[in-house]
Nanobody
Framework: QVQLVDSGGGLVQPGGSLRLSCAAS????????IIWYRQAPGKQRESVAR???????SYVDSVKGRFTISRDNGNNTAYLQMNSLKPEDTGVYYC??????????WGQGTQVTVSS
């Protein structure tokens, strides 16, 4: 059974940091690209960071220089380190494991709230 478990969200003040985790089971984690998405209230889900199965990273412009995506294939886990958080970073964050050949799987999401 395939499972992606998102964790690490919470309430943080502007300028603070959080580290999200995406723990996978039931898949060959190393062949998947991992993408972190977020969905703000009343808005569409957007991709914020991607790490390919080869380790290449990319980010949406609004988080460049503040967020860092990484992966640990030995532990089947991906991370999103979020620094200098802003109120507009508030939303539900989801990880996705994406493979052209093997399909796509989603985590359940974790809430991030940036507020003073």
């Amino acid at each position: 059974q395939v499972q992606l478990v998102d964790s690490g969200g919470g309430l943080v003040q502007p300028g603070g940091s959080l580290r999200l985790s995406c723990a996978a089971s039931g898949i060959d984690f190393s062949i998947y690209d991992i993408i972190w998405y977020r969905q703000a209230p009343g808005k569409q889900r957007e991709s914020v960071a991607r790490i390919t199965n080869a380790g290449r990273t990319s980010y949406v412009d609004s988080v460049k220089g503040r967020f860092t995506i990484s992966r640990d294939n030995g532990n089947n886990t991906a991370y999103l380190q979020m620094n200098s958080l802003k109120p507009e970073d508030t939303g539900v964050y989801y990880c996705s494991a994406d493979s052209y050949m093997a399909g796509r799987y989603w985590g359940q999401g974790t809430q991030v709230t940036v507020s003073s």
